[in-house]
């Protein structure tokens, strides 16, 4: 996978997770959690997550000093990460739960939550846009 398609990925996926934080929609709360509690899910979201990565580190491993070599570094964070999912999915929803109760508690910082990932996801759109096939 090019840079460009994995930013472009990246970007709807950030845009998905966070239009619905913005707006605190307690159904995506709900459905959030209920994700979180299905370990068999959790590995096939962090596998899913894992195959992307390593499709994109497969031709772009090396690191760099430009945003090439940001869009590589963040590869490469979530290839572990997707890994850590897949392989310990309760650690994770562990993990997860106690970031949800100290961050998403209140409505103001699941807003801001929200606008960080969006303006994430329209970075990468446009790093998408920008980066070169």
């Known amino acids: 996978m090019s840079l460009s398609s994995f930013c472009l990925v990246l970007g709807v996926f950030f845009y998905v997770f966070g239009f619905p934080l913005v707006f605190c929609d307690e159904r995506y709360a709900l459905w959030r959690r209920k994700?979180?509690?299905d370990s068999n899910l959790v590995r096939i979201i962090g596998m899913a997550?894992?195959?992307i990565a390593v499709t994109t580190l497969?031709?772009?491993f090396a690191l760099s000093f430009d945003i090439r070599g940001f869009v590589v570094v963040f590869a490469?964070?979530?290839f572990f990460k997707s890994i850590a999912m897949a392989w310990w999915p309760e650690?994770?929803?562990k993990w997860h739960r106690a970031f949800e109760k100290k961050f998403l508690h209140r409505e103001a910082s699941?807003?801001?939550a929200g606008i960080s990932l969006v303006l994430l996801g329209?970075?990468?759109s446009y790093l998408g846009i920008l980066l070169p096939l």
Do not use: T
Request: hydrophobic content about 65%; charged content about 20%; overall charge positive.
């Open 76 to 78: 490469w964070l979530l």
């Open 110 to 112: 699941q807003i801001i």
């Open 49 to 51: 997550f894992a195959m």
């Open 35 to 37: 994700i979180m509690k």
């Open 91 to 93: 650690a994770y929803e």
């Open 122 to 124: 329209a970075w990468f």
């Open 58 to 60: 497969r031709r772009n």
